[in-house]
């Protein structure tokens, strides 16, 4: 049994991946985590969560306070780094899905992975890291005569934009990744990233490669959350199989055969 833990935990995603460990028969719930000023600290999270009416006997803590096997977190950027710190103490390996983190906190979270597993991504699809690797692959067999733009929608409340995956995404392609001033291509061009924030899209991603007289497009539209917390439990039951090391979704894609299917 693979024992978890959730920073972020009544979050959309916390409860969905609280869920999805409910119906699991080789993952078990053992710490669910919250900013410490969540009304609900010390409750139970089943009575929470409305799975179970005399609870499951885990209750939402504000902090990491045991050993697990891996934590997940989708929180916020400075709850990430908080964690980060906690799993450090119990040598639990960390599973951060929180977007928006700067490049000191990579690299904060780059010097943990020589002591514990740690893997990050921006998207936990399986559908979205793939394009990570496709993209790149695209924009080199076309060349410097395709402009390439990248355009990402998503719900009204998302907070952050670009979206994390839409970077990862122009990072994939541009060599080497400026972020300061859009993204600067292999051909040398920048590769703008567009945003829309409507309504309740959960999250759909387009490159569009083009040239006179063609256009090529690579989308990933996300139907439902869920397809996230499947991906996060995937790469969890990696990350307790792995040693200390930073790793990213691809290297658990390329596992996944090994990895018992729940």
């Keep these: 049994m693979i024992t978890i833990g959730i920073n972020g935990a009544t979050g959309r995603m916390g409860l969905s991946l609280i869920r999805l460990i409910a119906e699991s028969d080789d993952l078990e719930l053992v710490a669910a985590i919250e900013r410490p000023d969540h009304p609900r600290i010390g409750e139970d999270i089943g009575i929470i ?35 980060l710190k906690s799993c450090l103490k ?4 960390l599973l951060i899905g929180t977007t928006g ?8 979270i780059r010097s943990a992975g020589k002591k514990i597993p740690c893997l990050i991504s921006p998207n936990m699809s399986l559908g979205a890291n793939m394009m990570f690797k496709v993209a790149p692959e695209i924009a080199d067999i076309l060349g410097a005569n ?4 990248i355009v990402e929608t998503h719900h009204r409340f998302k907070k952050d934009a670009p979206s994390g995956t839409a970077i990862r995404l122009a990072e994939s392609i541009t060599d080497p990744p400026d972020r300061t001033s859009g993204q600067t291509g292999k051909s040398g061009k920048k590769i703008p990233i567009h945003s829309l924030r409507v309504g309740d899209v959960v999250g759909d991603h387009s ?9 090529i497009e690579l989308i990933h539209r996300v139907h439902t959350r869920e397809i996230f917390s499947r991906g996060a439990l995937y790469a969890a039951r990696f990350l307790a199989k792995s040693k200390p090391g930073l790793y990213t979704m691809l290297d658990m894609i390329k596992m996944r055969n090994k990895i018992l299917d729940k």
């Excluded at 803590?61 to 400075?78: C, G, H, N, R, Y």
């Excluded at 983190?101 to 904060?108: F, W």
């Excluded at 490159?207 to 256009?215: A, Q, Y």
């Design 90 to 93: 119990y040598k639990s390996a």
């Design 49 to 83: 969560t409305g799975m179970a009416t005399k609870g499951i006997g885990v209750d939402l803590a504000f902090q990491l306070d045991k050993e697990v096997d891996v934590v997940i977190d989708f929180s916020t950027p400075s709850a990430a780094m908080n964690i």
């Design 101 to 108: 983190l700067s490049k000191q906190q990579i690299n904060h």
């Design 146 to 149: 395709y402009d390439i733009e």
């Design 207 to 215: 490159v569009i490669f083009s040239t006179l007289g063609e256009r």
